[in-house]
């Protein structure tokens, strides 16, 4: 349980250290943070079932782990297999944090060396700002012939204006569509016991079979991005609530609020 608690800080979770994998009770605040914070899979409405503990609760949190891809089948915290859905769990998560970071330092690279200076600048010193700047561009160049080996191994040339946060961005977004557990499975069973294309609606009807293989595709790929969107949409409005939730006090102002 160290590696699993190791991952919980990592996370961010406050209680990783007091956190009793056995209790129920403590089961269900750990999903519900993860959900809440980190994964993001359903609807904020359709959480209120993992919340709160009932005769239903096993049932639906075997449910959410299959709609997440875990492998593995929850039955009951006292059950040996329970520890393997926990620690697939808040591997996820990670895996979620991972993502998210990921957007962030694109983000940062976004903002210009106007942007960049003016942060830097107002963290302390110059002497600081050339320390951080040496930093990163060793990183980047020691890191650079493993990220070119990763992009080869996936049949991504790196163009000569990407520097290494946006390749490994594309090599991402490579994985994500084209490395999943089906896609892999299609490719190693040449698709026979795959779904086929055609099963998927499309957006048209038309006689041309390569357009309508081609605007289902699309759909699919509109679809996901879609969903990332919902996500963020819904991780804005949690935030908003716990903002809202926990007001401050000032006493010596007799202010309520913020």
């Not at 809440?36 to 994964?39: C, G, H, P």
């Not at 503990?53 to 782990?65: M, Q, T, V």
């Not at 020691?142 to 493993?146: H, R």
């Given at each position: 349980?160290?590696?699993?608690?190791?991952?919980?800080?990592c996370?961010g979770?406050?209680?990783a250290?007091?956190?009793?994998?056995?209790?129920?009770?403590?089961l269900?605040?750990?999903?519900s943070w993860?959900e809440?914070?980190?994964?993001r899979?359903?609807?904020?409405?359709?959480?209120?079932?993992?919340?709160k503990?009932?005769?239903?609760?096993?049932?639906?949190?075997?449910?959410?782990?299959t709609?997440?891809?875990?492998p593995?089948?929850?039955?009951?915290?006292?059950k040996?297999?329970?520890?393997?859905c926990i620690?697939?769990l808040?591997?996820?998560a990670?895996?979620a944090?991972?993502?998210d970071a990921s957007?962030?330092?694109?983000?940062?690279?976004?903002?210009g060396?106007?942007s960049?200076?003016t942060?830097?600048?107002?963290m302390?010193t110059?002497?600081?700002?050339?320390?951080?700047?040496?930093?990163?561009?060793?990183?980047?160049s020691?890191?650079?012939?493993?990220i070119?080996?990763l992009?080869?191994?996936?049949?991504?040339?790196r163009?000569n204006?990407?520097?290494d946060?946006i390749?490994?961005q594309r090599?991402?977004?490579?994985?994500?569509?084209?490395?999943?557990?089906?896609?892999?499975?299609?490719l190693?069973?040449n698709?026979?016991?795959?779904?086929?294309?055609?099963?998927?609606p499309?957006?048209?009807?038309?006689?041309?079979?390569?357009?309508?293989q081609?605007?289902?595709?699309?759909?699919?790929?509109?679809l996901?991005?879609f969903?990332?969107l919902?996500?963020?949409?819904?991780?804005?409005?949690?935030?908003?609530?716990?903002?809202?939730?926990?007001?401050k006090?000032n006493?010596?102002?007799g202010?309520?609020?913020?």
């Open positions: 349980m160290d590696a699993t608690r190791r991952q919980l800080k996370v979770y406050p209680f250290n007091d956190v009793n994998f056995s209790s129920k009770e403590d269900i605040i750990l999903v993860l809440d914070r980190k994964i899979e359903m609807e904020i409405e359709q959480r209120e079932v993992l919340r503990d009932g005769e239903k609760w096993d049932s639906a949190f075997n449910e959410y782990l709609s997440l891809g875990c593995f089948e929850w039955v009951s915290a006292s040996d297999i329970a520890h393997d620690s697939w808040i591997s996820a990670v895996s944090e991972f993502e957007e962030d330092c694109v983000d940062m690279e976004d903002l060396d106007d960049t200076a942060v830097f600048t107002n302390n110059s002497m600081e700002v050339e320390a951080n700047n040496t930093t990163t561009s060793e990183t980047e020691a890191l650079a012939p493993a070119n080996k992009g080869e191994m996936l049949l991504l040339t163009n204006d990407e520097n946060i390749y490994l090599i991402l977004k490579k994985i994500k569509f084209f490395l999943t557990d089906g896609s892999l499975k299609c190693l069973t698709n026979a016991n795959g779904i086929k294309l055609k099963s998927f499309s957006a048209f009807e038309s006689t041309d079979s390569v357009l309508k081609v605007s289902i595709i699309i759909r699919m790929l509109y996901s991005d969903r990332e919902q996500n963020d949409l819904n991780s804005l409005i949690v935030l908003g609530q716990e903002y809202t939730a926990n007001p006090t006493n010596s102002l202010v309520v609020g913020r």
